[in-house]
């Protein structure tokens, strides 16, 4: 499973960013996810979740970020987003998308496969400074 992160930079205080995470299989093509987050890791810091949704829509949110960021889901329920908006110094760092529970369906044998597993990406970094 390969998650790719798209849209983070530099932004001044007070400014906005959306981040975008689409994840795929490498053996066949994904059918569902069940959560699907973003969590964030500042230097010299724990990696801390910034949000999550479930399939259903449900989220949950660090208590940090409540009321300036939102996170939503594709209709190809295979991306997620995350929309920042009063960006803060504190909210630098870099962002990692995660999916847990996914099913695919096998490219050749056409056999669906689920795991339980939390798969990660690479992220994408960012910034607010002025």
């Known amino acids: 499973v390969q998650l790719q992160a798209f849209g983070g930079g530099l932004v001044q205080p007070g400014g906005s960013l959306r981040l975008s995470c689409t994840a795929s299989g490498s053996i066949g093509s994904i059918i569902s996810i069940d959560d699907m987050g973003w969590y964030r890791q500042a230097p010299g810091k724990e990696r801390e979740l910034v949000a999550i949704?479930?399939?259903?829509?449900?989220?949950n949110y660090a208590d940090s970020v409540k009321g300036r960021i939102t996170i939503s889901r594709g209709a190809a329920k295979n991306t997620v987003y995350l929309e920042m908006n009063s960006l803060k110094p504190d909210d630098t760092a870099h962002y990692y998308c995660s999916v847990h529970g996914l099913c695919l369906i096998e490219r050749v044998s056409t056999q669906i496969i689920c795991d339980g597993e939390d798969h990660w990406g690479d992220g994408t970094q960012v910034t607010v400074s002025s």
């Open positions: 949704i479930t399939r259903a829509g449900r989220t």
